[in-house]
């Protein structure tokens, strides 16, 4: 879809975008100075130099230029570029105020292999492992996630960022994370009942009574969000290319998602809704 794209081109907005794919010019290489649609010359500049710019951009494998020059509910439009370099990315925290409280967990997910950091383990292992994707992918990650992490650890994250809210909000799905996979009928299973605040609950219970089933569940409750965020981006992509006239080349969805190397203890999760 990327090479489909012109909205990213100062001055060109929905209604011309669509105008250049209905006079035929829906490939950056079907541009040419001979087509029905009129442009002035000064557009048509303007154009043929940030197509210039998209292409190089594209080829040296730069998917910051795109972030930059894409609304956020646009970003879907790079996904299938740079899959091979994306990283889905969640964190868990004590509170959403990163000036009094801490990160505890992080999960990342490539698309091949799964990454868990852990406060007071591993967690200092998370500022150089990052560095190896271009792309983030997350759900709020742009005002909560990736605030939290640079402010935490003190570092800037310069990887491209999709972030799914935009994305989902703009198909009408809104309400957090957890409401959105519900209502594309995803199901976590024994972590449906688990959110954010009760992830905290788990740390506690973790750190005070050394309790390791908590920790795992944490985890598992971690992880299986960055695997769920996969699938509800090709979901988003398809349902947003679907309205566009290259509806033909929607993604298939992930026929194979790794194992949750951690599993949910029940007895825990009991304990603690009875009495948190």
Known sequence: MLKNTFIHIPGIGHITEQRLWESGIQQ???????????????KMDTITTCLEQSYQHLTTGNPNYFSEQLPA????????????SIVYLDIETTGLESWSN???????????????????????????????????VTYNGKSFDVPFI??????????????????LSSLG????????????GMDRGDLSGI??????????????NKNQKALETLLAYNIQDVLNLENLMVIAYNLKIKDTPFYENQLPEP???????FKVDLETVERIFADP
């Not at 640079?150 to 994305?167: K, P, Q, V």
């Not at 954010?196 to 506690?204: E, K, N, R, S």
């Not at 026929?255 to 190397?261: G, Q, R, S, T, Y």
């Open 28 to 42: 950056w290489d079907q541009f040419t100075d001979n087509h029905s649609i009129r442009l002035s010359p000064t």
């Open 73 to 84: 509910n646009l970003h879907w439009r790079f996904f299938p570029e740079f899959r091979d």
């Open 102 to 136: 801490k990160i505890t967990t992080i999960a990342l997910y490539d698309g091949n292999s799964i990454y868990h950091y852990v406060n007071g383990q591993n967690l200092d292992d998370f500022v150089d492992d990052i560095k190896r994707y271009k792309v983030i």
């Open 150 to 167: 640079e402010s935490y650890f003190g570092i800037t994250l310069n990887s491209a960022h999709i972030d799914l809210r935009y994305i």
């Open 173 to 184: 799905y809104t309400g957090g994370l957890k409401r959105c996979e519900i209502q594309l």
């Open 195 to 208: 959110d954010g605040y009760f992830a905290v609950l788990l740390w506690f219970e973790y750190r005070r």
């Open 255 to 261: 026929v194979f998602l790794p194992e949750n190397p």
